[in-house]
Nanobody, 126 residues
Framework: QIEIVDSGGGSVQAGGSLRLSCTTS????????MGWFRQAPGKRRKGISC????????YYAEDVQGRFAISSDASKNTLFLQMNNLTPEDTGIYFC???????????????????WGEGTQVTVSS
């Protein structure tokens, strides 16, 4: 059984930082990708960043490029998202997700991801 647990959200002021974590279990495939997605109130779930677990290739949404950094600790089956210089527009529920991916890249289209965490709330005040 595949389980994804995301954590690390909180409330910060604009300009602050947070580090999200995502711990997985049961992912025994050789090829998969993981991503972070944000869902703001009344909006669709949006891809923020992704990482191909085998190749290490990463990808970012344009509005977080240069502020967010995705990384992993394979020994702990954990994915991270370091978020710096946060703005109120970054507010939302952040979800960690995984997909089986035989390619060397990853994508930010949410429907392509199969396994999801419960989400962690990030609130940025001005």
């Amino acid at each position: 059984q595949i389980e994804i647990v995301d954590s690390g959200g909180g409330s910060v002021q604009a300009g602050g930082s947070l580090r999200l974590s995502c711990t997985t279990s049961g992912l025994t495939y050789d090829h998969y990708a993981m991503g972070w997605f944000r869902q703001a109130p009344g909006k669709r779930r949006k891809g923020i960043s992704c990482l191909n677990w085998k190749s290490g290739v990463t990808y970012y949404a344009e509005d977080v490029q240069g502020r967010f950094a995705i990384s992993s600790d394979a020994s702990k089956n954990t994915l991270f998202l370091q978020m710096n210089n946060l703005t109120p527009e970054d507010t939302g529920i952040y979800f960690c997700a995984a997909q089986i991916n035989i390619r060397d890249t990853c994508g930010l289209w949410a429907p392509a991801y199969t396994f999801w965490g419960e989400g962690t709330q990030v609130t940025v005040s001005s």
